[in-house]
């Protein structure tokens, strides 16, 4: 019976995990670099964990099932609750800040598009227990660090950096209600996604008043900080929120990274749960999805039963990222090593094949990794082999041994040879 | 609202992540270094490919769900239906012999027992396309390499081997009908595990002959491949399969793991999809479930659509092993690093805050671990947390810098402090 594989679902067949290996190491050691130390959870958890930070209607973008206890679970989607569920269940024991980073395997029950699939790996890292935005500012760099470290340039990718908190505060400013920021938010989201009049449209059916909405549109144009004040009269809550995101900023340039960054009104990011900063690194053509998106999200913890403590972090998935890595000539797959070897042990003759086998035995022995052809075929077609398996070098069982105790040592890149006492090369 | 995690799976916070990746490292050091290239596949298949190996009764140990298009789908609780499907793919262009290994995580809906939870890591090694015992012999060979490397001796474990084709030849050679062989192999796999009365009970049930029941006990208690003829009159297919496990035993021998490695009649596996070398690692004292176990079934691809190609693998839990490593004391939390920083930067002076800031960044941009105190606190709290992170340095940016732009570097094993340059220290 042939079965294939499910659609938006990834086989990962040695060249393509070697690119995923690639991308995940990538991740780790820039997270190792920042400080973050690695964490995970389980690939399910129970449905309604993730219905507390987003709704019911997460409910259908996951792949849900009963246990035979009849209990109600999901495969995980993101993995910001199970930190929130783990922080909690520890929090009086954690020193602070909690600097944990993971790249969990997820799971959306979507339709897959390009850049967007049902299972995807995503690089996490969050920073719980230091409230100021210095904090915001070390997880934008961190995901800059890693985006540099892969080859990429303030040519390439563009941070685009706001805050919640300055958009709720100048929102109220124009006379928009703290109950209505919940709905609107959404819709703010949606402006670089959708042709201006549908964004017009959808605003006019939240917001009455058509000068607001004019001031609205202008604020979400905003790419500079001083521009603000010039289109609203700013309270002292909105200027305290601005001098924030300028303190974002300025930490940014003292990391050196304040080249790729800019500041844009436009990233709001659509769940309710972010408090302050937000931001998402884009591709600065523009034409991708966003390479990763985050924030301060400081009621997290409370949200899932715990105590009032900050928190803030960032999620990078690794479909866009992978297009956008090999778009730039930064990944290619013939430069990746999908499998290299320190030896190729080639049997030269039949007779000396048990020798062979226990030769190859003692290179991995002493640490070395090692293969072997398990037929003594040609001699030409084992070290064809060699070749196709990228070894370092060859270790040639032949005649020399019968006569004089010694191994041929082929280095398969110069193609030189040498003569060893075979004594001496294995022990 | 507070939720709990789903019993039967773990959380890792860093210190279980620690060892979830000294285990896992260790796997694919082991793979590689016998010559073994990574694959994976999706968390989830279609349903129905987990029936073809094993049957209907598999469903009720899966997790399993629909999709939106009515998709009948379930979490892996195995790698090896992924494995032959997409070997099958590309089963033209693939070179042989295939010789893959994973680290899937998998899951099984069963109730959580001591060294088997719900969610687990397995490691699999396979080789694909070699008909020789010589893949078996190296299957063992790469098993027991990863034990080897983890501490464990031959006082500790042992690979016991046996072979499904003996076992069918020695049966059909006493009298047993051919199709009663699969019905036999799961009663047999018990031997082990269930009280004598209650498998000479199971037995009696399926065999009329109690003279039949008796040779078939004897056989199973069989530890020595020469006592075999004494109990059966071997026939041709019986010689030439006793023949194939004594190569078997010369190969291993030839690799220098002998000394591991038991023949043993009782070790059957369950499954019938078995054809030749079966072999199971255990603790020598017998007290853990296996530690791992395979062998070889030359018809996994042509169950699953494909051609006729031979296969022989290998499966290895965490679980198990963990518990094993911690018994034998070769796995301590203590000893395992959850962290370790290159530097912590303190910040003697609250005024060259920024300043520390910015030397942070400057040696992670280097290449460095390193990670500072968000806030400038006491220096004697600052040195306490870099303790904490086990930072190997400390850079102390304080007076010293504004006097003579000097920075302190203290290692934290000697105590010892040098000042340095501060330009030439971060260019």
């Not at 990429?152 to 109220?172: C, M, N, P, Y």
């Not at 998935?317 to 430069?335: A, N, Y």
Request: aromatic share 8%.
């Amino acid at each position: 019976m042939k079965i294939q594989s499910v659609k938006g679902t990834r086989d990962f067949y040695p060249p393509q995990m070697a690119v995923r290996n690639f991308i995940i190491d990538g991740w780790k050691a820039a997270s190792k670099r920042c400080g973050f130390v690695e964490y995970d959870g389980p690939i399910f958890e129970y449905l309604q964990m993730y219905q507390i930070k987003s709704g019911q209607e997460i409910v259908e973008q996951l792949f849900n099932f009963q246990d035979r206890g009849g209990r109600l679970l999901a495969i995980r989607p993101e993995i910001t609750p199970t930190l929130a569920r783990m922080v909690n269940q520890q929090i009086n024991t954690l020193p602070r800040p909690v600097k944990w980073f993971s790249v969990p395997r997820l799971c959306r029950a979507e339709r897959p598009q390009k850049g967007r699939l049902r299972e995807f790996f995503q690089w996490n890292i969050d920073i719980i227990g230091a409230d100021d935005v210095l904090a915001d500012a070390e997880i934008v760099y961190c995901s800059l660090d890693y985006l540099r470290s892969a080859g990429l340039t303030e040519k390439d990718v563009v941070a685009r950096i706001s805050s919640r908190r300055l958009l709720a505060a100048l929102l109220k400013n124009i006379g928009i209600a703290e109950d209505r920021l919940d709905v609107l938010y959404p819709i703010l989201d949606k402006k670089s996604k959708v042709p201006a009049e549908a964004f017009e449209e959808m605003l006019q059916k939240e917001v009455s008043s058509g000068q607001i909405i004019r001031t609205i549109q202008q604020l979400m144009e905003v790419h500079l900080v001083d521009a603000i004040p010039s289109i609203v009269n700013l309270n002292n809550e909105a200027q305290a929120a601005l001098d924030e995101v300028a303190r974002v900023f300025a930490y940014l340039d003292r990391m050196g990274v304040r080249d790729f960054c800019r500041f844009d009104m436009g990233i709001v990011r659509g769940l309710a749960y972010y408090t302050g900063m937000v931001f998402e690194i884009h591709e600065v053509a523009g034409e991708l999805r966003a390479i990763c998106g985050g924030g301060r999200y400081d009621n997290l913890l409370s949200d899932f039963g715990g105590p009032k403590i900050t928190a803030t972090g960032m999620g990078m998935g690794d479909c866009v990222l992978e297009i956008l890595l090999r778009q730039k000539g930064l990944l290619k797959d013939d430069t990746l090593d999908v499998q290299t070897l320190d030896y190729f042990v080639v049997c030269a003759d039949a007779e000396l094949f048990d020798k062979a086998v226990s030769v190859a035995a003692v290179l991995r022995r002493k640490g070395f990794s090692c293969d072997f052809s398990y037929k003594p075929v040609a001699l030409g077609k084992q070290l064809k082999q060699a070749d196709a398996l990228k070894a370092a070098q060859c270790v040639i069982v032949g005649q020399e041994l019968k006569e004089s105790n010694q191994l041929v040592i082929k280095d398969m890149k110069s193609g030189e040879q040498k003569l060893v006492n075979a004594d001496a090369f294995l022990t």
